[in-house]
Structure formats: structure tokens, C-alpha cells
């Protein structure tokens, strides 16, 4: 496949007339057309987003459900369950890495809508599954080599790899499909929405995950599979609802020809190498997530040296970033488009530093911290939503899946390194030195990733 750069050919209003991805949205200059309320008023927007909404959290609450059920059934007298506690939270992130751009070509293949309801229902059906499967092995005799491990947990911990993997079908195809229900120009207010949802599953989810799971053993008080019910069911739902989306996807927005591994990763490479917007765009998105990972592990020191906190209570540290994460995406929504992306981005990451400088100066002062965590929220919702919109926009429609399926599997990598290197480089250094050093970080890539954009309109 050979890809035609943008700035070859130089977009017209008939060829952007002409684009599967706008045709059915004509562009226009309305105010009343920008902002939240005209993409709320996208019924296949809201239902896409609803079903996000069923699917993200019973993501985030899955988790809490497994390690309930770790502590429930297979916690003996004096022993620890963190072993198996990070095996169910290593084979829930192993499938991130693995599969990520196989899953962008199988999306590519395939029309969206299909995968985004599959998987769903799928992963509604495996949770569905677990009781009767649990209760079958407790009959079962495990003597083998595995005989120290029970087969209940090697039950919740293959299923548990299976919904991870059906999960990253989902997410390449959930980002493909919303530039064919959502216009152009309303791409950023739509982004700015997944994004303040996305926060918000990762502080609620976490959060209400065992209040939840407590209320679900209430009501179906006696039951064996109360906790699956909850979660197993916001699948479920969310696939329903998927259902009811219309795309308009024709045979146009994706390909039936066989897969090559091979050619379809050289052709998701290309998509970088002659779409530079969409390289930068990447590339910048990767550094902020490599920066949120150094900044979970530091939050756990901050907290345990804070006078005011407990060392458990981190937690409120990466709310208050959550928090700000949302004000910030609300407010890219609706006046975001009044600036350019590159613009954005590097009042963005110019304010990420001077958030992170902040966090570096006052690691033991609790309210100085959490405003900085705030405002580091605040600052990283300008970089990630438009620069995930950016991606949207300027993506060949065929190799959205691909890209999607690099992009994941891109990020999900570089945050292993920032877990691995944060804790050594604090110990080594000191707090706010590894802060003053990742502020340095993101103004340095804002700096650069301004200068290259400077440099393709020149």
C-alpha cells in the first residue's frame, strides 16, 4: 500500500467534501455548532459514549472483583495474597502490550460497530461464566505438577487474560469509529468528552468499585454470583447499546483482504513517516503517559513523607490530577477550538512543568501538592485531547486501526519503563529532583514538538 503525504497533496474543499468522513458532516461556521451541546445531540454519539461509559467502568471495577475474589476464596491463615494479586494484575495488562497492533489490523478488517459489540458481549459472557466455573473446580481434583496452585485461581486467571485481550479489540476500534459519527469539526468537544469519562471511571471506578461489589453481595443476598452480576451485566449493557449505533460503515471503510503481518506493520509505520502531524501527535502523547506513570509510583513516596497523609492514601493525590484532568477537558470542549492544536499542546506542556516544578517544592505540604496535582491535571487534558484528536483527523480512514493498534501498544510499552525507572531514580536522588527533571522533560518536548511544527509550515 502506498501512502500519499499531506503534503503532497494539499486537502481542497472538494476532496474534503468528497472524504467518507465528512461528506454526511458538511462543515459549517456557526457558533451554536461548536462546543458540547451539538455533539450531545449526536444520537450515535451518545450512544457510543454511553456505551463507553457501561464498558470503562466495568473495566476499572473487573479488577477490583478479581482481587475480591482472591482475597475471598483462595487467602489462607498467614499468608499473603500479593503474588497472586500481581499475577491478576500482570495478566491484565500482558495483552496491552501483546496485542495491541494485532488488534488494529483485525479492526481495519472488520467493521467497527461488529467489534465493538462482540467484544462487549464477550467479555459480559466471561464474567457470566465465572461462578458456575468456580464452583465446578472446588469438585475437581487438582493434582499435577500446578497441585500448589488451586484451579479455581488458574480459572480467574485465564479468564481474566481473555477479557484483557477482548479489551484491546475494543479500543482501536472505539477511536476508528468516531470520526464516522462525529463531525470533523466536532472531533475536540467529542475527545474532550471521552476524556472527562475516562477520568472519571478511573477515580469512580476505583473508588465505588468495593462499595459496589458489597452492594451487589447485598442484594442478591445468598447468591454465589453477586459481584460478577454487576460487572458481567455493565458489559453486557454497553454491547446492547452498541447495537443500536448506526455508523453508515460501508465496504469502503474497511478491507477483506488477507492479513500480512509484516506489510500491515510497515504500512501503520508509514502512516508515521508521511503523516507528521500524526507522528508528533504520538509522540506526545507517549511522553505525557510516561510521565503519569512516573508520577504513580511517586505519588506513594510523596504521600508516605507528607506529614498530613498516610502512605495508603496517595489515592487523593492522583484524584486531585483526575479532577483537574476533567475541568480541563471540559473546557477544550467547548472553547478548544478557538486555538490550533500546536498551540494547545504547548501551553499544555509548559503548564505540566510548571505543575510538576510546583510538586517538586512542595512535596510535604498537602494543599501547595494537590493544586499542583491539579493543575498538572488541568495542563496534561491540553495536550492529550487534541493531540488525540489530531490522530483522528489526519489518519488515512483504512489505516485507523493500525495506528490505533501502534498507538496502544506504544504507550502501554513506554509506561513499563517510567514503573521500572521511577522508584530507583527517587531513591537514588530524591523527590524533587526526579520532579524537576521530569518538568524539564515535558517543557523540552513542547519546545520541540512547537519547533517541528514551525518548521512543516515554513
Not at 197 to 208: E, K, P, Q
Not at 265 to 293: E, M, T, W
Not at 343 to 353: D, E, H, P, Q
Not at 435 to 449: H, M, N, R
Request: glycine residues 8%.
Amino acid at each position: 500500500m502506498t501512502l500519499i503525504s499531506p503534503d503532497e497533496t494539499e486537502r481542497t474543499p472538494e476532496t474534503e467534501a468528497n472524504s467518507p468522513d465528512v461528506a454526511s458532516h458538511p462543515k459549517t461556521d456557526d457558533p451554536s455548532d461548536s462546543g458540547f451541546a451539538p455533539v450531545l445531540r449526536n444520537r450515535n454519539f451518545l450512544t457510543l459514549w454511553s456505551g463507553q461509559i457501561f464498558s470503562q467502568l466495568a473495566d476499572k471495577v473487573y479488577l477490583v472483583m478479581a482481587i475480591a475474589i482472591v482475597a475471598d476464596r483462595f487467602e489462607t491463615n498467614g499468608n499473603s495474597i500479593g503474588g497472586w494479586v500481581s499475577a491478576i494484575t500482570i495478566a491484565f495488562t500482558i495483552p496491552a502490550v501483546l496485542l495491541g497492533f494485532l488488534a488494529g489490523i483485525y479492526v481495519d478488517r472488520r467493521r467497527k460497530q461488529d467489534i465493538l459489540v462482540t467484544t462487549n458481549l464477550l467479555r459480559g459472557g466471561l464474567v457470566f461464566a465465572l461462578p458456575p466455573l468456580l464452583l465446578v473446580s472446588d469438585k475437581i481434583t487438582w493434582d499435577t505438577a500446578w497441585g500448589a496452585i488451586p484451579l479455581g485461581f488458574i480459572i480467574l486467571l485465564g479468564i481474566t487474560l481473555l477479557v484483557s485481550a477482548l479489551t484491546q479489540f475494543f479500543a482501536p476500534a472505539e477511536q476508528a469509529v468516531m470520526p464516522l459519527i462525529v463531525p470533523r469539526h466536532q472531533l475536540l468537544s467529542a475527545n474532550s468528552l471521552y476524556a472527562t469519562t475516562m477520568m472519571a471511571s478511573v477515580i469512580i471506578g476505583f473508588a465505588v468499585g468495593e462499595p459496589l461489589l458489597s452492594l451487589a453481595e447485598l442484594l442478591f443476598s445468598g447468591a454465589y454470583w453477586g459481584k460478577e452480576v454487576i460487572v458481567g451485566g455493565s458489559y453486557a449493557i454497553a454491547g446492547v447499546l452498541l447495537l443500536l449505533m448506526k455508523t453508515r460503515e460501508t465496504k469502503e471503510n474497511f478491507t477483506q483482504h488477507e492479513t500480512h503481518f509484516w506489510q500491515d506493520l510497515k504500512d501503520g509505520i508509514s502512516v508515521l513517516k508521511h503523516y507528521p502531524k500524526v507522528r508528533n501527535a504520538l509522540i506526545q502523547l507517549i511522553v505525557l503517559f510516561c510521565l503519569f506513570a512516573a508520577l504513580a509510583i511517586l505519588a506513594v513516596r510523596v504521600a508516605q513523607v507528607m506529614p498530613e497523609l498516610e502512605t495508603d492514601q496517595f489515592g487523593f493525590l492522583l484524584a486531585s490530577g483526575g479532577v483537574g484532568m476533567a475541568i480541563g477537558a471540559i473546557l477544550v470542549g467547548n472553547f478548544g477550538s478557538r486555538f490550533s492544536s500546536e498551540t494547545l499542546n504547548l501551553i499544555g506542556s509548559f503548564g505540566v512543568a510548571a505543575a510538576l516544578f510546583g510538586m517538586g517544592v512542595t512535596t510535604t505540604q498537602l494543599w501547595p501538592c494537590l493544586a499542583s496535582m491539579t493543575a498538572l491535571g488541568f495542563f496534561a487534558a491540553l495536550v492529550a485531547i487534541p493531540m488525540q484528536t489530531v490522530i483522528q483527523m489526519e489518519t488515512p480512514e483504512s489505516m485507523r486501526g493500525k495506528v490505533f493498534g501502534l498507538q496502544n501498544n506504544a504507550v502501554n510499552i513506554a509506561l513499563s519503563l517510567p514503573l521500572a525507572l521511577a522508584g530507583i531514580a527517587e531513591s537514588y536522588f530524591g523527590l524533587t529532583p526526579v520532579f524537576l527533571a521530569l518538568a524539564a522533560i515535558a517543557a523540552t518536548s513542547g519546545l520541540i514538538s512547537r519547533l517541528m511544527s514551525v518548521g512543516r509550515s515554513v
